[in-house]
């Protein structure tokens, strides 16, 4: 027998609160109150035979559904459910290939993808075609807000507030024409969002100098898989899980080796000192011999760091 969903006002006023106390007040503004009710069902959605659903959500999206295709790769079709309740159309949404449209006044329609798009660098993008807000519960049941605010986790107790990576851009570019979209932009998107998110520690290198004596070559060369392409992004991270040493993306994105050890200069050895663990004490000198790369340090607790000349440059919240 489903169980039914037991809404208060008092319980919408107090995840607002909730929300406004967790400094993600700002994130909600003009479309407080349909966030709040998507995200209410989102951390307690109805069971059903001791079985908790996966839920997701685009809450007042600015652009039109048949504008997402262009920039996420994605076949979509939308049915339009207006003649449906709203908890009855959220039981087809399933967070990754079927979701729910939300408007001012309700659940508008739901939305199908011709495959799964869930992950969290997932949602980014489709917060940034969509214009939206998403919410979504993963089957993990790990709840998440996404927009243009940058991505919030909840982990059960408390939010964790990803901000866009945006705004590390600059400085890893030093001013670079970088900044906002190509290669780079889509690596600490996906150093973010894909290995961070899922604790995936990894050390990966953008534009590395040519130079025999920075590197001790492992492992043969790799499929030339590329940062721009979605469907390369899973082989990526899972291969990324079981080697040690560097990664090496030329400056189209391309992976050129893999599981590199990198070897620091005396004068880096001199100039910068152990800094966290071994692959962030290696990430920072290999950073000050190569003056023009950019190195993202993932700690394998999830927190990511930009290294460029020897210094840092950005770093995500612990």
């Not at 920039?71 to 399933?94: C, F, Q």
């Not at 604790?199 to 290198?205: D, E, M, Q, S, T």
């Not at 990198?262 to 152990?274: D, F, H, K, Y």
């Amino acid at each position: 027998m489903d169980a039914t969903r037991h809404l208060t006002p008092g319980r919408l006023r107090r995840l607002n609160e909730e929300l406004i106390e967790e400094d993600l007040g700002v994130i909600v503004g003009e479309i407080r109150e349909a966030l709040v009710d998507e995200l209410d069902y989102a951390l307690r959605p109805p069971r059903h035979e001791r079985r908790v659903p996966s839920y997701g959500a685009f809450v007042l999206p600015r652009s039109p559904v048949a504008a997402w295709g262009e920039s996420t790769g994605l076949d979509i079709v939308s049915n339009a459910t207006t003649e449906l309740d709203d908890d009855e159309v959220r039981r087809y949404a399933d967070g990754l290939t079927s979701w729910t449209i939300r408007g001012e006044a309700g659940v508008d329609a739901l939305v199908v993808f011709d495959r799964a798009a869930g992950s969290e660098r997932d949602l980014v993008v489709l917060a940034e075609a969509s214009g939206a807000t998403l919410v979504q519960r993963h089957p993990t049941g790990d709840v998440r807000l996404v927009g243009a605010f940058g991505v919030a986790r909840w982990d059960g107790s408390s939010w964790h507030i990803e901000r866009p990576v945006e705004a590390w851009l600059e400085w890893a570019s030093c001013g670079g024409t970088d900044r906002t979209d190509g290669a780079l932009h889509r690596l600490l998107q996906f150093a973010v969002h894909d290995l961070g998110a899922q604790r995936i520690g990894a050390l990966l290198v953008y534009r590395p100098t040519p130079n025999a004596d920075a590197f001790e070559l492992r492992l043969r060369p790799p499929p030339r898989l590329h940062i721009d392409r979605p469907a390369d992004l899973a082989p990526l991270r899972h291969v990324l899980t079981q080697v040690d040493g560097a990664a090496l993306f030329d400056e189209i994105g391309s992976l050129t080796a893999l599981g590199v050890r990198l070897i620091p200069s005396r004068a880096a050895e001199a100039a910068v000192g152990p800094v966290g663990g071994t692959r962030h004490t290696s990430a920072r000198r290999y950073s000050y011999d190569d003056r023009g790369a950019v190195v993202i340090a993932v700690s394998d607790d999830g927190p990511v760091t930009v290294y460029r000349r020897g210094e840092v440059v950005g770093t995500s919240p612990t």
